[in-house]
């Protein structure tokens, strides 16, 4: 497999991990906190944050993997 296969490959795969965060951070925060404890709202922002941070770092790696996939593929 060529190098520009892999990185095809690992920005699909980055795609589905990024959905899947995405999704589950969503879910946390349209959460029912009426009837939450106090503790468990308190876990769900730090868990949250975390989803967040996790989500920058996901999309710009796929967007350093996307400028090499251009520069490997002669694009400008």
């Known amino acids: 497999m ?34 939450a404890e106090r503790l468990l709202i308190y876990a769900d922002i730090l868990l949250i944050f975390a989803l967040v ?5 996901i999309n710009r790696k796929i967007l350093s993997d996307i400028k090499r996939l251009k520069e490997l593929s002669g694009w400008k």
């Open 53 to 57: 941070i996790a989500l920058i770092l």
């Open 2 to 35: 060529s190098e520009i296969e892999e990185i095809k490959e690992f920005i699909g795969y980055l795609k589905v991990v990024f959905v899947l965060v995405l999704a589950t951070t969503i879910g946390l925060i349209v959460q029912n906190y009426k009837s």
